[in-house]
Structure formats: C-alpha cells, structure tokens
C-alpha cells in the first residue's frame, strides 16, 4: 500500500504528514536542480571573468570586457562597487584604504546572499523530514494499536497491514531527507570554493587600486614630511632625547 491509499484512508494528522512531506520534497527538489544549475554557470562564470578582468589593459576597459563572461553578476558587482561616488556623505570618510575594504566587503556579502540562497531549506528539510516521516509513523502504529485492541483479538494479518502503512512514513520521510542533504553538502562546497575565490578576487583589487591611488600621488605622502623639510620619524625622535 502507497502513499496515496494512506492518504485516503487516514486521518486529518495522517493526511497533514502526507501533504507536509509532500510539499518539503517539492520544495527541495526546485531547489537542488535549480542551485545545480547556477552553480555550474557561477563557477564557469567567475574563473572566466577573474581571468579576463587580469587580462585587460585597464580597470575601465574591464567593465565592459568582464561583462561578458560574468552571466551571473557575481564579479561585477565587486568591480562596480569601487567605482561608486559618494561626495559628501559618509560613503567616502576615512582613507582610500578605509574605503575601498567598505565597498567590496558590502558587494560581497550581496554576491554571497545570492549564493547562500536555498541552502537554509535545504537544511530544513534534511533535519525535520525524518521527524515528521516519524510522527507519522507513531500516529499510524496508535491507531493500528487501537484498532486491534476494539477487535479482541490479535492475528498477524491484523498487525502486520496497518503497522506496515504506518512504517511507510518513516521510509517517505528518509526519502525527502537524503536528497536535501545530500544537495546542501554538494552545494555547500561548491559555494565554499566560489566564495574563496571573490574574496582573493575582492582582496587583489583592494590592493590593484591602492596601487594606482599611490602612484597618482606626486611625492612622498605628507604625514612623512615636516614643515621644515626634515622627516617626522627624525623629528620624534628629536623630541624624545629631549
């Protein structure tokens, strides 16, 4: 006996554990095949665009070069983000440092919203469905129970039928349970390895723009240098022997 003649034949908790598992089964399944398929363009999507963002001639010139390897918007955002204007507001307080660690810890987050999206069910439905398989299981043996106990007597094909429905849902519940599992751990690492490979991404811009940012300057920086000309490393040290 199936599912579905459990269904017919049970109660309102029988029928509320069938539709339960029912929903979580579909629910984690759109999930999986959907994160299987944004995943396999992310991780084709990033290595690519990390790749050609390197290969271009300027920072400029990679926006729209980038843009056509990077289907998922994954690497854009991070490159978009340093290039945001915020005169006059706290966006742009503190040093280019200061700044740029703002932007892209901000860009990243977001990108890795994007990619965390639908683990949590996944997650959900690998730890409850094997309970809720379970209470359906415990509802189903009562009643078994009971009904053996109004007919005054006990035979094997009494027993054997209504406890053998009620083990169905804890076999319909491993059912949901181990492809949610099975997909968040799968999943979890593909993300791990693309989330490692924004944030050395992220990390190396940082430091491509500050590169660029000290090289516009003209001289040495001026907390270096003292109104008379002499060094400020010099001249503390001048006021210490004093």
Do not use: C
């Amino acid at each position: 006996m199936g599912i579905l003649e459990i269904f017919k034949q049970g109660d309102a908790v029988t029928k509320f554990v069938t539709v339960l598992l029912l929903a979580m089964s579909v629910a984690s399944w759109v999930v999986i095949l959907w994160k299987a398929w944004l995943l396999r363009r992310a991780s084709r999507g990033v290595t690519g665009s990390i790749a050609a963002f390197w290969q271009s001639p300027s920072v400029e010139d990679a926006n729209r070069i980038v843009g056509a390897f990077d289907r998922e918007s994954l690497v854009m955002p991070l490159i978009v983000a340093t290039q945001a204007k915020g005169e006059g507001t706290l966006a742009v307080a503190g040093d280019k440092s200061q700044q740029l660690t703002r932007l892209l810890r901000d860009a990243l987050h977001g990108v890795l919203d994007r990619l965390q999206f639908g683990q949590v069910l996944l997650a959900t439905v690998g730890s409850t469905a094997p309970f809720v398989g379970l209470l359906g299981t415990v509802w189903g043996i009562y009643h078994a129970l009971t009904g053996i106990a109004l007919a005054g007597q006990i035979t094997i094909d009494k027993v054997a039928g209504p406890v053998g429905e009620a083990l169905i849902m804890t076999a319909a519940g491993l059912a949901v349970a181990i492809p949610a599992v099975l997909g968040y751990n799968i999943f979890g690492r593909v993300i791990g390895r693309i989330e490692a490979d924004l944030e050395g991404f992220a990390r190396d811009l940082r430091e491509l723009l500050l590169h660029r940012s000290a090289l516009s300057v003209d001289g040495p920086p001026l907390d270096a240098r003292t109104p008379s000309g002499g060094s400020a490393l010099h001249e503390v040290r001048s006021v210490g022997a004093e």
